[in-house]
Protein backbone atom coordinates (compact mmCIF):
# COMPACT_ATOMS: atom_id res chain seq x y z
CA UNK A 1 0.00 0.00 0.00
CA UNK A 2 0.90 3.42 -0.48
CA UNK A 3 0.84 7.02 1.31
CA UNK A 4 1.56 10.04 0.68
CA UNK A 5 1.89 13.05 3.36
CA UNK A 6 1.02 16.67 3.32
CA UNK A 7 4.08 17.85 4.68
CA UNK A 8 4.57 21.13 2.58
CA UNK A 9 3.25 23.92 5.40
CA UNK A 10 5.09 26.75 6.67
CA UNK A 11 3.99 25.91 10.43
CA UNK A 12 3.62 29.18 11.61
CA UNK A 13 2.08 28.91 14.77
CA UNK A 14 5.48 27.05 15.84
CA UNK A 15 7.45 30.17 15.32
CA UNK A 16 10.39 30.39 16.31
CA UNK A 17 11.64 26.83 16.18
CA UNK A 18 9.87 26.65 12.18
CA UNK A 19 11.95 29.81 11.62
CA UNK A 20 15.11 27.02 11.22
CA UNK A 21 13.51 24.14 10.83
CA UNK A 22 10.70 22.64 8.60
CA UNK A 23 7.27 21.44 10.74
CA UNK A 24 7.80 17.84 10.00
CA UNK A 25 11.67 17.83 11.38
CA UNK A 26 9.97 19.27 14.47
CA UNK A 27 10.69 17.12 17.38
CA UNK A 28 8.16 14.68 19.46
CA UNK A 29 10.01 13.19 22.69
CA UNK A 30 13.51 13.89 20.51
CA UNK A 31 11.92 12.20 17.34
CA UNK A 32 10.81 14.42 13.88
CA UNK A 33 7.05 14.55 13.52
CA UNK A 34 8.02 12.62 9.91
CA UNK A 35 10.00 9.86 11.53
CA UNK A 36 6.79 9.22 14.34
CA UNK A 37 4.08 9.01 11.23
CA UNK A 38 6.73 6.62 8.91
CA UNK A 39 6.29 4.30 11.95
CA UNK A 40 2.80 4.49 11.52
CA UNK A 41 2.27 3.64 8.18
CA UNK A 42 4.88 1.18 8.19
CA UNK A 43 3.47 -0.72 11.32
CA UNK A 44 0.06 -1.18 8.91
CA UNK A 45 2.00 -2.52 5.57
CA UNK A 46 2.50 1.00 3.89
CA UNK A 47 6.05 0.17 1.91
CA UNK A 48 6.05 3.17 -0.21
CA UNK A 49 5.38 7.02 1.14
CA UNK A 50 5.62 10.39 -1.16
CA UNK A 51 6.07 13.37 1.05
CA UNK A 52 4.85 16.37 -0.18
CA UNK A 53 7.55 19.17 0.70
CA UNK A 54 7.38 22.68 0.20
CA UNK A 55 9.46 25.08 2.60
CA UNK A 56 13.01 23.61 3.74
CA UNK A 57 12.46 20.45 1.63
CA UNK A 58 16.20 19.76 1.58
CA UNK A 59 16.46 19.77 5.50
CA UNK A 60 13.37 16.98 5.30
CA UNK A 61 15.79 15.47 2.44
CA UNK A 62 19.13 15.48 4.04
CA UNK A 63 17.31 13.57 7.69
CA UNK A 64 15.42 11.18 5.97
CA UNK A 65 18.17 9.86 3.39
CA UNK A 66 20.33 8.81 6.49
CA UNK A 67 17.23 7.41 8.44
CA UNK A 68 16.59 2.95 7.81
CA UNK A 69 13.19 3.70 8.09
CA UNK A 70 12.06 0.35 6.25
CA UNK A 71 9.57 2.55 3.58
CA UNK A 72 10.89 3.93 0.15
CA UNK A 73 10.22 6.85 0.44
CA UNK A 74 9.81 9.51 -2.79
CA UNK A 75 9.34 13.42 -3.15
CA UNK A 76 6.71 15.61 -4.66
CA UNK A 77 8.16 19.26 -4.04
CA UNK A 78 5.80 22.19 -4.22
CA UNK A 79 7.80 25.47 -5.14
CA UNK A 80 4.86 27.05 -4.54
CA UNK A 81 1.89 25.96 -1.96
CA UNK A 82 -0.80 24.20 -3.78
CA UNK A 83 -3.30 23.51 -1.13
CA UNK A 84 -4.00 19.62 -0.01
CA UNK A 85 -5.98 19.06 -3.41
CA UNK A 86 -3.21 20.14 -5.65
CA UNK A 87 -0.65 18.47 -3.44
CA UNK A 88 -2.29 15.19 -3.69
CA UNK A 89 -3.17 15.81 -7.14
CA UNK A 90 0.76 16.54 -8.07
CA UNK A 91 2.05 13.55 -5.57
CA UNK A 92 -0.60 10.67 -6.81
CA UNK A 93 0.48 10.77 -10.50
CA UNK A 94 3.43 8.99 -9.03
CA UNK A 95 1.47 6.22 -7.88
CA UNK A 96 0.23 3.19 -9.85
CA UNK A 97 -2.44 1.38 -7.38
CA UNK A 98 -6.07 1.81 -7.63
CA UNK A 99 -6.05 3.60 -4.08
CA UNK A 100 -3.64 5.03 -1.70
CA UNK A 101 -3.99 6.47 1.54
CA UNK A 102 -3.48 10.49 2.86
CA UNK A 103 -2.41 11.96 6.18
CA UNK A 104 -1.64 15.40 7.22
CA UNK A 105 1.81 16.27 8.04
CA UNK A 106 1.49 17.22 11.66
CA UNK A 107 -1.08 14.49 12.48
CA UNK A 108 -0.31 11.86 15.02
CA UNK A 109 -2.66 8.88 15.86
CA UNK A 110 -3.41 5.15 16.16
CA UNK A 111 -6.33 5.12 13.84
CA UNK A 112 -6.54 1.52 12.03
CA UNK A 113 -5.58 1.97 8.51
CA UNK A 114 -6.76 -1.28 7.75
CA UNK A 115 -10.31 -0.56 8.83
CA UNK A 116 -10.28 2.76 6.97
CA UNK A 117 -8.75 0.58 4.02
CA UNK A 118 -12.21 -1.35 3.63
CA UNK A 119 -14.21 1.80 2.50
CA UNK A 120 -13.19 3.93 -0.54
CA UNK A 121 -12.64 7.56 -0.99
CA UNK A 122 -13.19 7.20 2.63
CA UNK A 123 -12.17 9.99 5.34
CA UNK A 124 -11.14 8.73 8.65
CA UNK A 125 -13.11 10.64 11.58
CA UNK A 126 -13.41 10.47 15.88
CA UNK A 127 -15.73 12.00 17.79
CA UNK A 128 -15.34 16.03 18.23
CA UNK A 129 -12.77 17.51 20.70
CA UNK A 130 -12.90 20.49 22.22
CA UNK A 131 -10.63 22.51 24.52
CA UNK A 132 -13.23 24.09 26.08
CA UNK A 133 -15.39 23.24 29.07
CA UNK A 134 -18.91 21.79 28.60
CA UNK A 135 -21.96 23.24 29.44
CA UNK A 136 -25.24 21.35 30.32
CA UNK A 137 -28.42 23.22 30.58
CA UNK A 138 -31.78 23.39 31.27
CA UNK A 139 -33.45 26.45 30.73
CA UNK A 140 -31.25 29.49 31.70
CA UNK A 141 -29.70 27.26 34.47
CA UNK A 142 -26.20 25.01 33.99
CA UNK A 143 -26.76 21.83 35.74
CA UNK A 144 -23.42 19.91 34.91
CA UNK A 145 -20.24 21.20 33.70
CA UNK A 146 -17.33 18.92 32.14
CA UNK A 147 -13.73 19.82 31.28
CA UNK A 148 -12.42 19.19 27.93
CA UNK A 149 -13.63 15.98 26.41
CA UNK A 150 -14.86 14.66 23.55
CA UNK A 151 -17.98 15.53 22.12
CA UNK A 152 -20.47 12.51 21.57
CA UNK A 153 -22.33 11.96 17.92
CA UNK A 154 -19.92 15.21 16.62
CA UNK A 155 -17.88 13.67 14.31
CA UNK A 156 -14.73 15.90 13.04
CA UNK A 157 -12.47 15.02 10.26
CA UNK A 158 -9.33 13.41 11.88
CA UNK A 159 -6.77 14.31 8.50
CA UNK A 160 -6.69 10.81 7.11
CA UNK A 161 -8.10 9.74 4.00
CA UNK A 162 -8.41 6.36 1.87
CA UNK A 163 -9.01 7.38 -1.94
CA UNK A 164 -9.11 6.00 -5.03
CA UNK A 165 -6.98 7.07 -7.63
CA UNK A 166 -10.12 8.02 -9.91
CA UNK A 167 -10.20 10.68 -7.77
CA UNK A 168 -7.09 12.75 -9.24
CA UNK A 169 -8.90 13.87 -12.20
CA UNK A 170 -11.56 15.99 -10.16
CA UNK A 171 -8.61 17.56 -7.79
CA UNK A 172 -8.21 21.16 -8.74
CA UNK A 173 -4.34 21.80 -9.89
CA UNK A 174 -4.23 24.22 -6.45
CA UNK A 175 -6.93 24.47 -4.10
CA UNK A 176 -7.66 22.58 -0.71
CA UNK A 177 -9.55 18.74 -1.14
CA UNK A 178 -11.47 19.91 1.82
CA UNK A 179 -12.59 23.18 0.02
CA UNK A 180 -13.50 21.79 -3.50
CA UNK A 181 -13.67 17.68 -4.09
CA UNK A 182 -15.02 16.75 -0.63
CA UNK A 183 -18.23 18.87 0.01
CA UNK A 184 -19.13 17.74 -4.03
CA UNK A 185 -18.50 14.56 -3.38
CA UNK A 186 -20.95 14.42 0.15
CA UNK A 187 -23.21 16.25 -2.38
CA UNK A 188 -23.05 13.52 -4.48
CA UNK A 189 -23.14 10.53 -1.97
CA UNK A 190 -19.54 9.60 -3.26
CA UNK A 191 -17.87 10.27 0.00
CA UNK A 192 -17.70 8.07 2.85
CA UNK A 193 -16.79 8.35 6.53
CA UNK A 194 -15.02 5.75 9.17
CA UNK A 195 -15.72 6.42 12.61
CA UNK A 196 -13.49 5.79 15.30
CA UNK A 197 -13.80 5.82 18.72
CA UNK A 198 -11.30 5.55 22.09
CA UNK A 199 -8.62 6.54 19.47
CA UNK A 200 -5.48 8.89 20.51
CA UNK A 201 -4.97 11.60 18.14
CA UNK A 202 -3.18 14.31 17.93
CA UNK A 203 -2.78 17.21 15.84
CA UNK A 204 0.53 19.70 16.12
CA UNK A 205 0.07 22.75 15.82
CA UNK A 206 0.99 24.82 18.95
CA UNK A 207 3.24 24.20 21.64
CA UNK A 208 0.79 22.99 23.94
CA UNK A 209 0.20 20.19 21.60
CA UNK A 210 3.51 19.24 21.56
CA UNK A 211 3.94 18.93 25.27
CA UNK A 212 0.62 16.87 25.64
CA UNK A 213 1.62 14.73 22.79
CA UNK A 214 5.27 13.67 23.99
CA UNK A 215 3.58 12.63 27.43
CA UNK A 216 1.83 9.61 24.91
CA UNK A 217 3.59 9.42 22.00
CA UNK A 218 5.10 6.52 22.04
CA UNK A 219 2.02 4.58 23.73
CA UNK A 220 0.06 5.65 20.51
CA UNK A 221 3.08 4.65 17.82
CA UNK A 222 4.99 1.81 19.25
Same mark, same amino acid.
Given at each position: ????I????????????T?????P????K??????????Y??????????I?????????????????????I???? %?????????A???????I??K??????????T?????????????I??????????????????????? %????????????????? %???????????????????????????????????????????????????????????
Amino acid at each position: MKAIILAGGRGKRLRPVTDYIPKPLVPIKNIPIIEWQLKYLKKFGVDEVIICTGYKQEMVESYLDVKKTGIKIRYSV %EKNPLGTGGAIKKAGKMIKEKSFFVINGDTITNIDLKKLSKKQNSIASIELQTKFGILETRGDKIINFK %EKKEVSDTWMNAGIYHL %EKSILKDLPDKGDIEKTVFPDYAKKGKLNIVKFKNVKWHSIDSFKDMEECALEVEKIIK
